[in-house]
């Protein structure tokens, strides 16, 4: 969502957050803020609408000299997006500054009241409350008549607080600290030889401290320099972060670079994980429950956007090879749902970022509910990964893009192991298991294969690029790709696409077709091919126009299609690590040849912390 930095230290403030601000840039870019406290003279504060790339120049050249400060970069969520909407948000006098990822529920009746008793506010935004109530317990003394402190004043206010947050706070009267607190929305400190940065994320972290403490839910840093006071007194850990990841190097943006990693994706997630001789695979993770996994006969797997398509393929692959019941939804939905949950029952949460609102709630309420939860996580230490019982880390590195890519198929690479460790511990026999593992240490080099038609798929992508709406089918294990391709479609290019299973085009969808609305038909040869054949054919009838995703070898498919694009032949349940790649790769290049922010695009963010 929203991305936070704050700094106490010897050095300017200014072009630490400002470099920290920029790396969080993914999470949230409609506007910035900072506030610099600088020695002496009036706080730095500055907003503007706008991304902060660009915006650097300027900054630096200002001069500020103040060592300690905040900054944010925001993804509106309460409050269109105004200058007066950014954050830091402040008290009536401009003496209290609060920066604030997340969502206040209760803010109306709060503003309300405080608007009573006489407060001004400045903002539309949830989040400018907590600046006001700060402002009155810092004025208001303690039972015992006491002048509260800053962190005591965070502490009051909070407790009249519903919702989540990740937060800084700096006020003029204690110029010397920052005050930190969070509740369900990620907020790390970096410590550095009497220095620190904090942020809602590693990345802006990494460059300049590798040292890390996790602030934990309902917990108040008070960072002064050269002193972290926290709650519960804890010895830094050794961040596991490779600043260097995040670099775009040679590449026009991260999309591409992330696309172009897809195979070492794989890679990684795979390495040292495979057990071919023996056809299973080893998941360090998992061996703390592998007793309580053998007794499980019901997966329930949840995800937001990429993550639940990675979730729909993940349901096939349990089925067919693990042979165990399992049961897939979005967080936002599931957890309305009443699921009939028993002692055999397990989650499954799969999160690149593992701090998705949505998804964190599911898991809060099935851990209530006594449920085993395992996490497939890419972002190591994240909340899903720290609150999961076990889980498997998908080692995708880094994603910055807003759109999910390598992180996709680094989930279904996941997902194949687990269900290989599932289906090992149950009927699945060694032949199968050596199968599966065999053909997912092929998958990097086919998928490289891929990678080298990306000319292709450009000249593809300039030819179609007029079109405004776009199909896209696939049965079985590729009906969820189906999906994820028509998504990324729609997230970074801005056209109309819709991912269907090909058999449901028949039942209304198919109205729509005519020579203008293309459909994309991942149509590999395998246990699915005569149907998706069929469906091709009800859409040329209609005089729509077909691309295919077909297995290489396929000449016939050229008969009755527009184009085609081939990829590897591989196991049917493997599948979809390869299909999805061109669809990647379509999506991107219809974004650049429409001009648009493909890393950032409109109305997005990377991570969802809100609900
Ligand atoms: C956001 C991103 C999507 C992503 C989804 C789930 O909406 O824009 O690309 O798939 O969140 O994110 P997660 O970090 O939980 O995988």
Known sequence: MCGIVGYVGKKPALPILLSGLKRLEYRGYDSYGFC???????PFFHKRVGKISGADKELLEMDIQGTIGEAHTRWATTGSVTEANAHPHFDCNKEIFVVHNG?????????????????????????EVLAHLIEKFLKEKTEVGEKRKLEEAVAVALKLVKGTYGLLVMAKSEPEKLVAARLSSPLLIGVNDGEYIVASDPIAIAPFASNIVYLEDYEIAVITLGN????????????????????????????????????????????????????????????????????????????????????????????????????????????????????????????????????LACLHELKQKGVLSLGVTNSIGSTQSRETDAGVYTRSGPEIAVASTKAFVG????????????????????????????ELARIPDLARQILLQREKIKALAEKYKGYKNFWYIGRKYNAPVAMEGALKLKEISYLHAEGIPGGELKHGSLALVDKD???????????????????????????????????????????IVDDVIYIPKTLEMLSPLLSVIPLHLFSYYMAVALGRDVDRPRNLAKSVTVE
């Open 517 to 559: 609305f293309p459909t994309i038909a991942i149509c590999l040869s395998d246990s699915v091919y005569e149907k998706m054949v069929s469906n091709i054919q009800e859409v040329k009838a209609r005089g729509g126009i077909v691309i295919a995703i077909a297995t290489e070898g396929n000449e016939n498919i050229k008969k």
């Open 228 to 359: 972290l006071s926290l709650a519960k007194e804890r010895a830094p850990e050794k961040m596991e972060y490779e600043s260097e990841e995040a670099e775009k190097g040679d590449y026009e943006n991260f999309m591409l670079k992330e696309i172009m990693e897809e195979p070492t994706a794989v890679e990684n997630a795979i390495k040292g994980r495979l057990i071919i001789e023996t056809g299973s695979v080893k998941l360090g993770g998992l061996d703390s429950v592998a007793e309580k996994l053998r007794e499980i006969d019901n997966f329930i797997l949840i995800g937001c956007g990429t993550a639940h398509y990675a979730a729909r393929a993940g349901e096939y692959m349990l089925e067919e090879y693990a042979g165990i019941k399992t049961d897939v939804d979005v967080g936002s939905e599931f957890r309305y749902r009443k699921p009939i949950l028993n002692d055999k029952t397990a989650a499954i949460f799969i999160s690149q970022s593992g701090e998705t609102a949505d998804t």
């Open 103 to 127: 969502i206040i529920e209760n803010y109306s009746e709060l503003k309300d009241q405080l608007i009573n008793e006489g407060h001004k506010f400045s903002s539309e935004t949830d989040t």
């Open 411 to 438: 989930q279904l690479a996941t997902l194949a192991m687990i269900t290989v460790y599932l289906g090992r511990q149950r009927t699945m026999s060694l032949v199968t298991g050596s199968r599966i593992v065999s």
């Open 36 to 42: 610099v406290f600088n020695a002496g003279q009036e």
